[in-house]
């Protein structure tokens, strides 16, 4: 519930502040330079829809950006199910985008925080969503339930992601609101913060899950898996 609380909350704010953040500040013409290829993405884009001015230009990295988070998901599962599984792939997929939000506080490396935080969501939503289910037999009527508590917890994240990174972004400055700064005495983004401190808590009470059989089956599945027996009704 948690764990996917903060990754929606991670995940709104940034589309929340992004826009501002490029149209305010990044796009600038003194900025532009100072961003590692962005000048170059620019380019590639004014030769397929023209000459783009700073708004348009952010919308474009925008839809680049929120139509690769939908996608990449795909890639996610089926790294996932092949290779690694699910687990991996999750924690994987946490750390890509801790150390995204922690690159948007530098400017020079725009680019690749938001290419991390793309292949973080792909490798983590999919299999998050499927170690839920997981935990409970195909007719476990507590599945329905256990999911419908999951998607409170992301509709939680979603609802207060604008208010507070939104607001910390707008008042404190763009990098409280996305990545915590390199320095000590700086405070760290609600979003990196809080979801580094769930993924923590998802590991470690994973290793519960591995020891109970929360679903009443022999040879429970256990989340994260990469083979997982489903063994008969008791």
Known sequence: FSTEMWERFSYYGMRALLVLYMVDYLLRPDRIDSAFGLAELKAILERLSGPLDVQPLASQIYG???????????????????????????????????????????????????????LGVGAFKPNISTQVGELYDTHDRRRDRAYSIFYVGINIGACLAPLVAGTMGERLGWRYGFACA???????????????????????????????????RRGAVVAGDRECSVGKRN
């Open 182 to 216: 390199g320095h000590p005495d700086q405070c760290q983004c609600a979003g990196g913060r809080g979801f580094h401190t769930r993924i923590l808590v998802h590991h470690i009470g994973h290793r519960r899950l591995e020891e109970r059989d929360y679903s009443g």
């Open 64 to 118: 680049l950006y929120t139509s690769l988070v939908y996608l990449t998901p795909i890639l996610g599962g089926f790294i996932a199910d092949r290779w690694l599984g699910r687990t991996t792939t999750i924690v994987l997929g946490a750390m890509f985008m801790i150390l995204g939000h922690f690159l948007m506080a530098l400017e020079h490396y725009f680019l690749p925080a938001l290419l991390l935080l793309i």
